[in-house]
């Protein structure tokens, strides 16, 4: 089986019936070469520049007349893709299963006999359910939500992102879960400290206040000097994650609980305070002291 894994779409080169794909192939940037939806070729090239990927397709397309610069703009396109995902370390998933080798088999019948037989819709992971018909009839009055309508609206959209995006992470390669969290972790830090720049403890404050916020029930008991301590009840961000998958067959075992965990090792590297996360059926512990 190819171990080509594409980190870009198909692209096509106008008025042909060629197209190409970038992607990662034994730890190197690589071209898939395609016609119609046979592959021509797959090749590693030796770095992510314009001329190594219009080489490949260049190579391997048979049209007569046609421009080196209709290939290079079709290159182009994928050099983007590349550079998002060289950066973000992450991507969707892009994989075509019609698509057929020179063996006469698909990609999904290649990913199916990977599987032992076993036939395993590549993109299950990331299915959502079908959703209901709930077309009405006429504009309803909307009421002003505030006060805990408001957070609990809020948290009912906190906990269906992290639900979904680590389900979502946990089908990609391996490492591409925890890329995912630390880069939100990494930004929602970065937003804390910018948008508060003359409080240089905004971050555990804010942490402290997006703890309290997924429980109705929080306290903060009196501790000794340079301590903070916070606890809280049942989880409600846990709460909806469970109604949303009950069977615990899509969120990966930590999650959501373990956004909140890196969120606190990052905010101890970055401040000096040692936070510490400790978790439970029936709430959560937040410790705050200096190291």
């Known amino acids: 089986m190819s171990n080509f894994y594409p980190i870009s779409?198909?692209?096509?080169?106008?008025?042909?019936s060629y197209g190409a794909q970038v992607g990662v192939m034994d730890e190197k940037w690589a071209v898939r070469?395609?016609?119609?939806?046979?592959?021509?070729?797959?090749?590693?090239?030796p770095g992510l520049e314009l001329d190594n990927i219009v080489g490949v397709a260049y190579g391997h397309i048979r049209v007569e007349g046609l421009s080196r610069h209709a290939v290079a703009t079709m290159a182009g396109r994928l050099m983007q893709y590349a550079r998002t995902y060289q950066q973000a370390?992450?991507?969707?998933n892009y994989e075509i299963t019609d698509l057929i080798y020179e063996d006469g088999t698909t990609i999904g019948e290649q990913?199916?006999?990977?599987?032992?037989?076993?036939v395993h819709d590549l993109h299950e992971e990331s299915a959502i359910a079908t959703l209901p018909d709930i077309r009405v009839g006429e504009i309803p009055q909307i009421p002003r939500t505030i006060g805990d309508?408001?957070?609990?609206?809020?948290?009912?959209g906190y906990a269906s992102l992290i639900c979904e995006v680590s389900a979502y992470g946990s089908s990609l390669p391996k490492g591409h879960l925890d890329l995912m969290f630390n880069k939100a972790a990494d930004q929602l830090i970065h937003f804390w400290v910018t948008s508060n720049p003359e409080d240089s403890a905004a971050v555990l404050k804010k942490f402290g206040a997006l703890i309290q916020s997924c429980s109705k029930e929080s306290q903060l008991p009196k501790t000794g000097t340079g301590t903070a301590t916070i606890e809280t009840g049942v989880c409600e961000v846990l709460r909806v994650c469970r109604e949303i998958d009950p069977n615990v067959s899509k969120i990966p075992a930590g999650y959501p609980c373990a956004?909140?965990?890196?969120l606190a090792k990052k905010i101890s590297d970055v401040s000096g305070v040692k936070v510490s996360v400790n978790t439970s059926s029936t709430g959560c512990i937040i410790s705050m002291s200096i190291e």
């Not at 779409?9 to 042909?16: A, D, E, F, H, R």
């Not at 370390?89 to 969707?92: L, N, R």
């Not at 309508?149 to 009912?156: G, L, R, S």
């Open 111 to 118: 990913a199916i006999a990977a599987e032992g037989g076993v």
């Open 89 to 92: 370390g992450v991507c969707p």
């Open 149 to 156: 309508a408001a957070w609990y609206a809020i948290t009912e």
């Open 9 to 16: 779409p198909l692209v096509g080169i106008t008025n042909t």
């Open 33 to 45: 070469v395609v016609r119609g939806k046979k592959i021509i070729a797959e090749k590693a090239i």
């Open 259 to 262: 956004f909140h965990e890196i």
